[in-house]
């Protein structure tokens, strides 16, 4: 099979086209073909080697495709069903084995692609918004980056909870984008200080909850954006990873609650993911949910998708497509 492949850490000239053995699944796993895999900024991490993954392995932690071969204790899914999973590596490959609890099935009414692009951001934006701060009706949210993959799903999600939204972005374009998806208030973060605007639209209170993806740049004022007893869940670092931090100063600001979740451990019970996927699933078929295929790349030109990830001129979903 046609696989990426990373030898050793680096930029994204160590993504590597190989010739790989088809996988052989064990006992729990079932054999998938992938069909289309989605690029996300842990697979840049993980090939820089900010995450460490042992050599060699093959990136990619989501993707959409067929179930071709079952193990012996594999339930709940046959040879045929279409499936979909996140937060399980490999995915950047024509084929991959996956234990069938990490496996969601594909309802008919969603295409592959729609599938793909949408279980790691789109579990993502579900366990943010209803577990690391549950957000309330009325809640005011501030989210960075929001017409961004997670931050404009996140967004949509907000506004179905019946919170009120205050969006950050960096330009003109991304602005009428988070508009449409739903955010109350546009910030250009690029173009003023988006503590002072918050501040400024929330009478001087600050807002419930900071969902913050974006990390080094934005820390810290996203901190002062809180009321106080205010949370800030810092899910992200596409900017670059925040400095430690005094516990101290979250007293000093107000009581603050600070969180750095991952998604892994919001899906780590199959009832959880299960209940994640179908909601996310359900609201894209009401089209509730709009999910943005931002451009899709070839398997072999993975570098170049990843590229297009980190140059922010995208704005929703990139995916590799398999060669057949
Ligand atoms: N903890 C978790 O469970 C979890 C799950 C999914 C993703 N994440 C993390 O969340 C972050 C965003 O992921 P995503 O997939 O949703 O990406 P994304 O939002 O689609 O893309 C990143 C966005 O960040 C903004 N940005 C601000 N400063 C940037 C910079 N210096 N370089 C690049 N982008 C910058 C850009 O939007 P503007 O141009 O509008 O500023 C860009 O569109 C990543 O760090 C990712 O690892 C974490």
């Given at each position: 099979?046609?696989?990426?492949?990373?030898?050793?850490?680096?930029?994204?000239?160590?993504?590597?086209?190989?010739?790989?053995?088809?996988?052989?699944?064990?006992?729990d796993?079932?054999?998938?073909?992938?069909?289309?895999?989605?690029?996300?900024?842990i697979?840049?991490?993980?090939?820089?080697?900010?995450?460490?993954?042992?050599?060699?392995?093959?990136?990619?932690m989501e993707?959409?495709?067929?179930?071709?071969?079952?193990?012996?204790?594999?339930?709940?899914?046959?040879?045929?069903?279409?499936?979909?999973f996140a937060m399980h590596p490999?995915?950047?490959?024509?084929?991959?084995?996956v234990a069938w609890q990490k496996l969601v099935?594909?309802?008919?009414?969603?295409?592959?692609?729609?599938?793909?692009?949408?279980m790691l951001?789109?579990l993502t934006?579900h366990y943010l918004?209803h577990d690391a701060?549950?957000?309330?009706?009325?809640?005011?949210?501030?989210?960075?980056?929001?017409?961004?993959?997670?931050?404009?799903?996140?967004?949509?999600?907000?506004?179905?909870?019946?919170?009120?939204?205050?969006?950050?972005?960096?330009?003109?374009?991304?602005?009428?984008?988070?508009?449409?998806?739903?955010?109350?208030?546009?910030?250009?973060?690029?173009?003023?200080?988006?503590?002072?605007?918050?501040?400024?639209?929330?009478?001087?209170?600050?807002?419930?909850?900071?969902?913050?993806?974006?990390?080094?740049?934005?820390?810290?004022?996203?901190?002062?954006?809180?009321?106080?007893?205010?949370?800030?869940?810092?899910y992200?670092?596409?900017?670059?990873?925040?400095?430690?931090?005094?516990?101290?100063?979250?007293?000093?600001?107000?009581?603050?609650?600070?969180t750095r979740p991952s998604l892994a451990h919001y899906i780590s019970q199959r009832e959880e993911l299960l209940k994640r996927a179908?909601?996310?699933?359900?609201?894209?078929?009401?089209?509730?949910?709009?999910?943005?295929?931002?451009?899709?790349?070839?398997?072999?030109?993975?570098?170049?998708?990843?590229?297009?990830?980190?140059?922010?001129?995208?704005?929703?979903?990139?995916?590799?497509?398999?060669?057949?």
């Amino acid at each position: 099979m046609q696989a990426v492949q990373i030898s050793h850490f680096g930029g994204a000239d160590v993504l590597t086209l190989a010739d790989l053995p088809v996988p052989r699944p064990a006992a729990d796993q079932a054999l998938v073909r992938i069909q289309f895999a989605g690029v996300n900024y842990i697979d840049i991490y993980q090939r820089t080697g900010l995450y460490k993954n042992p050599l060699p392995f093959v990136p990619g932690m989501e993707a959409a495709g067929i179930v071709e071969a079952t193990g012996a204790e594999v339930i709940e899914f046959a040879v045929g069903d279409r499936v979909a999973f996140a937060m399980h590596p490999g995915a950047y490959a024509e084929y991959v084995c996956v234990a069938w609890q990490k496996l969601v099935k594909i309802p008919d009414s969603i295409a592959a692609e729609q599938a793909a692009g949408s279980m790691l951001q789109g579990l993502t934006a579900h366990y943010l918004a209803h577990d690391a701060y549950p957000l309330r009706v009325g809640d005011l949210a501030l989210v960075h980056a929001a017409a961004g993959g997670t931050g404009g799903l996140l967004v949509q999600m907000a506004k179905i909870r019946g919170s009120r939204v205050i969006a950050t972005v960096s330009n003109e374009e991304k602005e009428q984008r988070a508009r449409s998806l739903g955010a109350d208030w546009v910030i250009n973060y690029s173009a003023s200080d988006f503590s002072m605007k918050v501040k400024e639209l929330t009478n001087g209170r600050g807002v419930d909850v900071v969902y913050d993806s974006v990390g080094a740049d934005t820390f810290a004022n996203s901190l002062t954006c809180l009321r106080p007893r205010g949370y800030l869940v810092l899910y992200g670092q596409s900017s670059g990873p925040v400095a430690p931090l005094d516990p101290g100063v979250l007293a000093g600001m107000g009581s603050l609650f600070l969180t750095r979740p991952s998604l892994a451990h919001y899906i780590s019970q199959r009832e959880e993911l299960l209940k994640r996927a179908n909601d996310v699933f359900s609201w894209l078929k009401q089209k509730q949910l709009l999910l943005t295929i931002a451009k899709k790349f070839p398997l072999a030109k993975a570098a170049e998708a990843q590229e297009a990830l980190t140059s922010r001129k995208y704005a929703g979903k990139i995916l590799l497509q398999m060669p057949r």
